[in-house]
Structure formats: C-alpha cells, structure tokens
C-alpha cells in the first residue's frame, strides 16, 4: 500500500505506521517478513524531510520490538539509508538517523560490522571518502560550539 500511496494518502500511511506498530506488535514481525523494511527505504529515498522523518518514527518504534531489531540487523539497506540520511540539510532527519544508528550499535556488538560495511557501501557509491557522513556532523558540531562560545564570551 506504501508503494502506491502518493500526496496526502501516503502522509497519512506514513504518519499513522508509528502508532499501528504501538498498538500491534505482532504486526512489526509480519512487516519484517513481508518486505516492509524494503519498502520504507524505497519511499524514504525519494520522500521529502516530512516523510523521512514519519518513516524514521516508525523505524524506531519497529526496532523496538526483537523481531523487528533482527529484521533491521538482516536488512544492510535501512542501515545504508539511515547512514545516508546523517547527510541531509534538515536537522531533525540527521538527528533521529543518528539516534537510531546509536540505538542500532548499542543493541549488539555485532551490529557495529553491519553498521561499517553499511558505511563503506554508501560512501563508494557516492565517491567519497569513508566515514564522510559522520565526519560531517562532527565538523558542524564544532563549528556551532565555536560560535557559541564566540557569542558566550562577549
């Protein structure tokens, strides 16, 4: 239903899947097994911010669940997608991809070799340097920190 979901209709599926997955978590093993991760990454490749943000909601409410963390830890493109998402202009999208990639590794050591592979894949398809992602949101980090203290200091 995602997949043909467009305008207002896919907003809503969107913004609604946090909630069905609260309510039935039953559901979130039946979406793994279903193809649902791949179903998320492929609408939150060409969604807007809004629509990433939806999608990382219900993620995160999905890797809650232990059939749905196993289901992620199985499915390298979410992680290359949330990878990919530290990169976006929009803070709240890097903000929530970089909690759920916390909340990824810290779920098992093992996640951390899913996680590097995933990082490795992301940044040889875009041509750039490994860990740039990451090393991005470290640099504007800093550069706020400076300013702050700029501003803290007079």
Known sequence: KLLSAEGSDLRRAL?????????????????????????????????????????LRALGQVMLYVDGM????????????????????YRSVVKTA???????????????HVLVSAIHSVDKQQGTLPWSNIMRCVLIYVRQRRKVNVFTEN
């Not at 179903?39 to 990433?52: E, F, I, P, T, W």
């Not at 916390?102 to 779920?107: A, R």
Request: with cysteine; charged share 15%; net charge negative.
């Open 15 to 55: 913004f609604s899947l946090k909630q069905v997955f609260q309510e039935d978590k039953d559901l979130v093993h039946a979406f793994v097994a279903l193809g649902g991760l791949n179903c998320l990454v492929r609408v939150g490749n060409g969604a807007d911010q809004n629509y990433q943000n939806y999608i």
């Open 98 to 112: 970089l909690k759920l990639l916390l909340v990824f590794v810290e779920y098992a050591e093992s996640n951390c």
């Open 70 to 89: 196993n289901g992620v830890m199985k499915h390298e493109p979410t992680m290359q997608w949330l990878y990919s998402l530290i990169a976006s202009n």
